[in-house]
């Protein structure tokens, strides 16, 4: 019986142990799961901007510009490259294939019976300027890019501002605009002299013409009246 004393010391330690691991079971932290905090730097890509949707007449202005940009002898309308330049002799045909209608102003009856307002840049550009609310017509500038839409008309003076009040050189037509997802929009012309159907309006402007200036009449409307 001498091993009794160490005997019940060992089935006390036993249940001790036991009473331990019962208490620490019944007595445990629960673990609450944290949402994680990590932040994702994968960039997300920005939509594409997209140029807004042409108008019938502007479908219709476009088509003209694609199928004449490059015709040296309208067999209506002629070619002025002889006698200055027909820049403006085929920026007016776009706007009448757009929907407008000649006027007493603004017309060309085939041989040399035609207004300056048709076929001339100064005489065009002072006849829109001097109808603009009739016409239906904005006068916007360069820092008004994200305002100007296809079929605009833009007169360019290459000489810069100082000349752009008495002196104005082109007229060209929008054939396309770009919007870029940077924020920049990127403006292409047609045209007659420097014949091109997407002539960019920013190396016209910066390595053609450096320090050329413009401004653009907005047409508000498919038609003149």
Known sequence: MRHRPFLVAVGMLMCAALLGMWWDSSH??????????????????????????????????LAY?????????????????????????????????????????????GGTDRTESWG????????????????????LTAADRDEFAVGDVVVFSWEGAADAATDRDHVEVISRIT?????????????????????????????EHPGATFHVWHLTRDTNT
């Open 120 to 139: 001339y840049v100064p005489a065009m550009d002072d006849y829109l300027a001097a109808n603009a609310a009739r016409l239906g017509l904005q006068r």
């Open 65 to 109: 510009m694609e199928a004449h940009w490059n015709e040296r002898d309208n067999p209506t309308f002629g070619n002025l490259d002889s006698v200055g330049g027909d820049c403006a002799n085929f920026v007016s045909q776009t706007l009448l294939a757009r929907g407008w209608t000649m006027n007493d102003g603004w017309f060309d009856h």
């Open 179 to 207: 919007p870029h997802a940077d924020g920049t929009i990127t403006v292409e012309l047609a045209s007659h002299n420097n014949y091109g159907l997407h002539r960019d309006l920013d190396e016209q402007i910066t390595k």
């Open 28 to 61: 445990a932290v629960p673990q609450v799961a944290h949402p994680s905090t990590h932040v994702s730097t994968t960039p997300v890509a920005k939509p594409t901007p997209t140029a807004p949707a042409l108008t019938a007449g502007q479908r219709k202005q």
